[in-house]
């Protein structure tokens, strides 16, 4: 868990990035994906994406103004994606290198 803070139109934000948050924010990639692949299903989606984007936005303090919920929503995109990258690099490091065994001829 880990806190950021954004400044989006002269207001500064903050989130915890819980496991909570970083879930919703996958899920509205997920459903961003699903509207961008079928745009048919927008309609379908709509109603889920917006609320999903209330959902991440509850946790934002101070209360997320309307006009500065998209640039709020995208800044808080990055660091879930940041914050992803950071844990794989870190696992990446900690696993063993793989060694060749050196095989003897007969």
């Known amino acids: 868990m880990s806190a950021k803070q954004f400044d989006v139109n002269g207001t500064e ?16 990639k997920n459903l961003y994906n699903a509207a961008y692949e079928d745009p048919e299903s927008f309609e379908d989606v709509s109603a889920e994406i917006s609320g999903t984007i209330n959902d991440i936005a509850s946790n934002v303090e101070p209360p997320a103004e309307d006009s500065d919920l998209d640039g709020l929503i995208q800044e808080i995109i990055k660091a ?18 793989p060694t060749k065994k050196s095989r003897s001829k007969k």
């Open 13 to 28: 934000y903050r989130i915890m990035l819980t496991e909570q948050v970083i879930g919703q924010v996958n899920n509205l």
């Open 80 to 97: 879930v994606d940041n914050k992803a990258a950071e844990i794989e690099k870190e696992m990446s490091e900690k696993q063993p290198k």
